[in-house]
């Protein structure tokens, strides 16, 4: 088991933000040589260097009744491969950042950044039809992890969701929206799902904080290079994207004040956004099923995982999937959105669009 400190690793990082120039000065190995696609000036070395934040690689996976060590209000990500759900716990994920991954049809990487509270899940075959496994390059943009892929050392970004430097800089990755909310619901809605086991081979403090009071306060870090103060920095809302540079922002009060349903238009797409603010859990997708048929959702109360239910009699479940009705085993069309702290969407986002202000 490899020890590492808690109080060593916050040290680090408070240390990295106390420096007068934290910017980019060595690659702690990181492959930094060739063009940015991001201002170099502002790509920030975190403190513990690339792979100090160690990421996993298909971790040992327990079965809910063996999970006893996570609280109910803690914070987890989930991701379905047909009947295979999994779990990944922000308890592990604040220690190690990154989980390579791999079901029976999908080779994932959840990435995760603890300083911005944002998750999502990539491909890891990025090129040559071959799975790469990402790790933490320990440097970060805005606050957020760069990860880098194994295949090619290319630096990328999680939250523009592409290769900022490198061989593969310009290239997207291939985004699969995970699904955030507490251990007590995940729990309730899939209580067979497999859960990562906090025996990772590492020596870390799972279940206790590594960040302080980081979460409650409005302090950062890191510098951004722009700040909203419409809302607290942060404040857990639910961002969709489109075109690599167009944003909005929900918030649970938006999602409360609809009766956990809201449908909207972003960029010429009919999109719903629904869930629980009392569940915190809000996802987001396209009315329309992958043959383009639109159609009319109203919310399913109390029977998560099951969310909506269509003009045709089908119910849809939290990842977007038709669980029974005419349409069962279809999915609804997807559209990129991320759980995350406001203040990271307004500073990768500066013309972001909070739902309800018209701004």
């Keep these: 088991m490899k020890a590492f400190s808690i109080i060593s690793f916050v040290f680090i990082l408070l240390n990295a933000s106390c420096t007068e120039d934290s910017t980019l000065t060595n690659t702690n190995g990181s492959n930094n040589a060739g063009e940015w696609l991001i201002p170099r000036d502002q790509v920030r070395d975190g403190g513990p ?24 209000e803690d914070l987890v990500i989930g991701f379905a491969d047909g009947d295979d759900i999994r779990a990944y716990p922000h308890a592990i994920l604040d220690w190690h950042e990154i989980i390579n991954d791999k079901t029976e049809n999908h080779s994932i990487a959840i990435i995760y950044c603890p300083l911005t509270g944002t998750g999502i899940g990539w491909n890891r075959i990025i090129e040559n039809n071959s799975a790469t496994t990402f790790g933490v390059s320990g440097l970060l943009y805005n606050s957020n992890i760069i ?11 999680q939250m523009l969701f592409k290769s900022v430097n490198g061989t593969l800089a ?21 209580p067979m799902s497999k859960v990562v086991s ?7 403090s799972y279940g206790t904080y590594p960040y302080g009071g980081y979460r409650e306060n409005e302090s950062l870090i890191f510098p951004v290079s722009n700040n909203d103060n419409r809302l607290h ?40 956004v629904t869930g629980s603010k009392q569940d915190s859990l809000m996802v987001a997708f396209q009315a329309q099923t992958q043959d383009g048929t639109q159609l009319e959702f109203q919310v ?45 969407f307004a500073a990768f986002y500066p013309e972001i669009e909070l739902f309800g202000t018209g701004m």
Aim: charged share 25%; glycine share 8%.
């Design 49 to 72: 260097g690339k792979d100090g934040i160690p990421a996993l690689t298909e971790p040992e996976l327990s079965t809910i009744d063996e999970t006893n060590w996570i609280s109910g």
């Design 147 to 157: 990860p880098y892929d194994r295949a090619t050392d290319s630096n990328w970004s």
């Design 170 to 190: 310009g290239q997207k990755a291939d985004n699969y929206n995970l699904v955030e909310t507490t251990w007590e619901t995940w729990k309730e809605m899939y």
């Design 198 to 204: 906090k025996n990772t081979g590492y020596s870390r």
């Design 233 to 272: 920095a942060k404040e857990r809302v639910l961002s969709v994207f489109q075109d690599d540079e167009k944003a909005r922002a929900y918030t649970f009060d938006n999602l409360a004040a609809h009766n956990n349903l809201i449908i909207d238009n972003f960029q010429g797409k009919e999109i719903i």
């Design 300 to 344: 399913i109360q109390n029977k998560l995982p099951e969310l909506l239910r269509d003009n045709e009699g089908s119910t849809w479940d939290v990842f977007g999937r038709a669980v029974s009705g005419p349409r069962e085993g279809e999915h609804l069309q997807t559209i990129t959105f991320m759980m995350g702290y406001w203040f990271s």
